[in-house]
Nanobody, 123 residues
């Protein structure tokens, strides 16, 4: 599967952004989808993941209550709605995919990656 992330940009603290990740190739609905992020000088970290049907989600503690992951299997797309953004959310955001529905929270568990989209939170 090929992944293409979009929707990043510059936003003020407290603002919102919605990231999208479009998939092409094999059947989208057989992949667990996730978002990771990587800030300058830091390792890539888990943000959120959604199961095959979209009814199972899991979040990093740092974004819980502010971010929401969802998927539209008919559109081969996964979304990350980001609200109440903070400067600490500044990073390159990557979407990722893995076959099957097993919950996975680390980069090594995902075999497919998008190219990343920059999110900058600054006044």
């Amino acid at each position: 599967v090929q992944l293409q992330a979009s929707g990043g940009g510059l936003v003020q603290p407290g603002g919102s952004l919605r990231l999208s990740c479009a998939a092409s190739g094999r059947t989208f609905s057989v992949y667990r989808m996730a978002w990771f992020r990587q800030a300058p000088g830091k390792e890539r970290e888990f943000v959120a993941t959604v199961g095959l049907s979209g009814d199972s989600t899991y979040y990093a503690d740092s974004v819980k209550g502010r971010f929401s992951i969802s998927r539209a299997n008919a559109k081969n797309t996964v979304y990350l709605q980001m609200n109440s953004l903070k400067p600490g959310d500044t990073a390159v955001y990557y979407c990722a995919a893995r076959l099957g529905n097993t919950l996975a929270l680390t980069t090594t568990n995902y075999g497919y990656w998008g190219q990343g989209t920059q999110v900058t939170v600054s006044s």
